[in-house]
Each structure stands twice: as C-alpha cells, then as structure tokens.
C-alpha cells in the first residue's frame, strides 16, 4: 500500500514546471500518490502537464482559477493528503534517482519526523550548495523586553553534508519530506507570507518539538529563473515577490516568535521584484543617487 504522497505546487513561475515533473516521473521508484497544484496555470505549459501525466491513475490535480502563493498551494495538499508521509516539492527542482526512498529511510533510521535534502542550486553538475548560512540553530536570550529567540548562524552546509545524516533546525521549503502527523502538532503554512517562509516553519518545527533530518544523499536541484522572464510568467512571480506582503511577512514572523532580530532582510525580495519587472537596472541607479558615497 502507498504511504507517501509527493505534493507538486508551483513556486514563483510556471515555465520550469514540466522540465520538474519529468524529472520526478523518471526518477522515482518508490511507490506514491501524487498531487499537483494547477492554480491558472498558463494553457501552453499546463498541455505540457498534461502529456506527461497521461494515464497516471495515482495522480490527481487540485485546481483553482487563480495563482495562490506557495504557502496557499501547499495547504490546498496538506489538507487531501491522506498518506502517512507527504513530500513537498516545488516545481522548480529536479530529483536524481532515488531520492524519495532516501527520504523515506532518513525519516524511519533516524528516526526523524521531517527529512531535508542537500539543496544544490541549478541543474546537475553545479557545486553551488542552495542555504542562508545565517539560519543554524535557535537560543533563547534575555533582553529588556524579556525572552527572545536569537537565530545563530551555521557553518558551510558543503562541510555539514560530509558528516553524513545528523539533526537541524534550520532548512529551505524548495523540498521537504515530512510525516504528515507533523502538521497536526504545528498546523498549516500561513498563507500570508511571502518570504522568510523556511524560517517560520523551521522556528514551529522546533518549538513544537519536531525532530529533523539532514539527509546529504538526497540532493535536490534547485533550478533558479533566467530573466527576462516569460510574460506568461509574469503576474504570477510578481505576486510572489510583492514587496508589501513581504514587509508584512518579516513583521509577522519576527512578532510571532519574539526574535531578537528581524529573520532574513527585505533585499533579497526587493532584487527578485525588481528583476522581475525588469527595472532592476533603474532601482540600481535609485540606490546610488541615493548614497553617493
């Protein structure tokens, strides 16, 4: 019988989406449900979805009229999963062979309730290890205002992953394995945020005491976006990377868990807004004219 269900749910773009689909088609073995997230998904690319899941009768498709952010897209999967494990992939990774069994084993050997890959950035062949070093470990500080969370930096993840499979508390949401017990303990995404998603899950998971797993044998290739972007692309990624919701998200996540400091800086989204639109050039200049020195 199944007990894994792999979640499929677009991230930012569309375009990577059937390149993705392949990739975990062909590659994985172990049995599994799967469940993707069409949410307006652009005619031309959804056709080439469909190809690839012809005649799969343990696929289903979850469908909205409208884009939904990655937070959305994944409690849309939580919610129909009815397998004990639930992987959550975005649709601009690839797998290499053997990847959700390697989960599956760091999860039951640990034992671990949530599995996290080697994220490597672009397709096979890249060295480029994907993780904000400055999210390693959480302590807790006294300061004025009372307890706060201070979030600690970690070492290179390429020297972590020679260690072999240990525990952490800190990982990316590109793809992650999970028990899916694990959201009865700390609930759904928060369908709000737009940024900074993997610190707010990685501080829930550790404060409702979750056990999880580096698995360095597992590696995931996070496949970044080529600009300019397909116009097809467009309205989806831009709401992805909307600035607003993301001064909003750092706001709510750093008043959620009483951090000392806020959990990553707006820069990161501001590039990918301003790429995107394809004024990356002109804000650049904004910059300068503002700070002459």
């Not at 392949?22 to 690319?45: G, K, N, R, W």
Request: with cysteine.
């Amino acid at each position: 019988m199944t007990n894994i269900t792999i979640g499929f749910v677009p991230r930012e773009r569309f375009s990577s989406a059937a390149e993705s689909l392949e990739s975990i088609l062909t590659h994985t073995d172990t049995p599994y449900e799967m469940l993707i997230v069409d949410c307006a998904t652009p005619p031309e690319v959804w056709a080439e979805i469909e190809a690839l899941i012809e005649g799969r009768d343990n696929i289903r498709v979850l469908r909205t009229d409208h884009v939904l952010l990655p937070n959305e897209a994944k409690n849309l999967v939580i919610r129909e999963t009815k397998t004990e494990y639930l992987c959550l992939i975005e649709n601009d990774n690839l797998v290499e062979p053997g990847w959700l069994d390697k989960f599956l084993k760091a999860c039951e050997e640990m034992p671990a309730d949530v599995a996290v890959p080697l994220l490597m950035e672009n397709r096979p062949g890249s060295t480029k290890v994907h993780f904000d070093t400055a999210l390693g470990s959480i302590e807790v500080v006294q300061t004025d205002e009372g307890e706060k969370l201070h979030v600690k930096p970690r070492k290179h993840t390429g020297e972590l992953a020679k260690k072999g499979r240990q525990y952490q508390e800190f990982m990316e949401v590109h793809c992650l394995f999970f028990r899916t017990s694990v959201f009865e303990k700390i609930g759904g995404f928060d369908e709000e945020v737009n940024m900074s998603e993997e610190v707010d899950l990685s501080i829930a998971l550790q404060q409702a005491g979750v056990p999880c797993v580096f698995e360095p044998a597992c590696v995931i290739h996070y496949i970044l976006p080529e600009y300019p972007l397909p116009e097809s692309d467009l309205p989806f990624y831009m709401n992805k990377w909307d600035l607003d919701r993301a001064r909003k998200s750092i706001e709510t996540i750093q008043n959620r868990w009483k951090l000392t400091r806020p959990p990553q800086i707006l820069g990161f989204t501001a590039e990918r807004f301003y790429r995107g639109s394809g004024r990356l050039n002109e804000r650049v200049e904004q910059l300068r004219e503002s700070n002459p020195d």
